[in-house]
Antibody
Framework: QVQLQQWGAGLLKPSETLSLTCAVY????????WTWIRQPPGKGLEWIGE???????KYNPSLKSRVTISVDTSQNQFSLSLNSVTAADTAVYYC??????????WGQGTLVTVSS | DIQMTQSPSSLSASVGDRVTITCRTS??????LAWYQQKPGTAPKRLIY???TLQTGVPPRFSGSGSGTEFTLTISSLQPEDFATYYC?????????FGQGTKVEIK
């Protein structure tokens, strides 16, 4: 049974870089697209971007200048980097596998808080 | 960006009620829409994809319909475990966009 497990720093200061990793267990990265989605506390969902196993990416233009999604097939992981964070980036960040063209299998979520 | 208008933002209903949630898009997206259910503290769960295809394992009281710019999620007979927040997602064009959410509460 495929599972996604994600981790990364939960507390950042303004201007720092958010870094999260999502590991795929029980299956392979190959052949799928993978995505990051975030949800500010008490608010709705925002698509951040996606990547496939070969490293092809798409980003939300609202974040494009600050975001990088990368893949490491040798480790069966993919990662999210968001630089120059502000309080507006405080959110629960989810990784997910795309199947049938939309997110299906999700990680557990990581709360990232940006505060001085 | 494709704008999503999801309504209502919240509703109160009783067990056994029929519930309908609507999602309208600012441009046609054929059937490239999914519905998700989210309970507090958990990741969203996919209910419907391709506008009307029921995800395996999801009870048949959930159904989706629509194409183009107007879509509906219907719960035919609300059950206690259905009290949650529901979101639509369009994936016709980048960036993917979600509806604002509909919180279904107990009356």
């Amino acid at each position: 049974q495929v599972q996604l497990q994600q981790w990364g720093a939960g507390l950042l200061k303004p201007s720092e870089t958010l870094s999260l990793t999502c590991a795929v267990y029980g299956g392979s990265l190959t052949g799928y697209y993978w995505t990051w989605i975030r949800q500010p506390p008490g608010k709705g969902l925002e698509w951040i971007g996606e990547i496939n196993y070969s490293g092809k990416t798409k980003y939300n233009p609202s974040l494009k200048s600050r975001v990088t999604i990368s893949v490491d097939t040798s480790q069966n992981q993919f990662s999210l980097s968001l630089n120059s964070v502000t309080a507006a980036d405080t959110a629960v960040y989810y990784c997910a596998r795309i199947s049938r063209s939309v997110p299906y299998l999700w990680g557990q979520g990581t709360l990232v808080t940006v505060s001085s | 960006d494709i704008q999503m208008t999801q309504s209502p933002s919240s509703l109160s209903a009783s067990v056994g009620d029929r519930v309908t949630i609507t999602c309208r898009t600012s441009q046609g997206i054929t059937d490239e829409l999914a519905w998700y259910q989210q309970k507090p503290g958990t990741a969203p769960k996919r209910l419907i994809y391709a506008a009307s295809t029921l995800q395996t394992g999801v009870p048949p009281r959930f159904s989706g319909s629509g194409s183009g710019t107007e879509f509906t999620l219907t719960i035919s007979s609300l059950q206690p475990e259905d009290f949650a927040t529901y979101y639509c997602l369009q994936h016709n064009d980048y960036p993917w966009t979600f509806g604002q959410g509909t919180k279904v509460e107990i009356k």
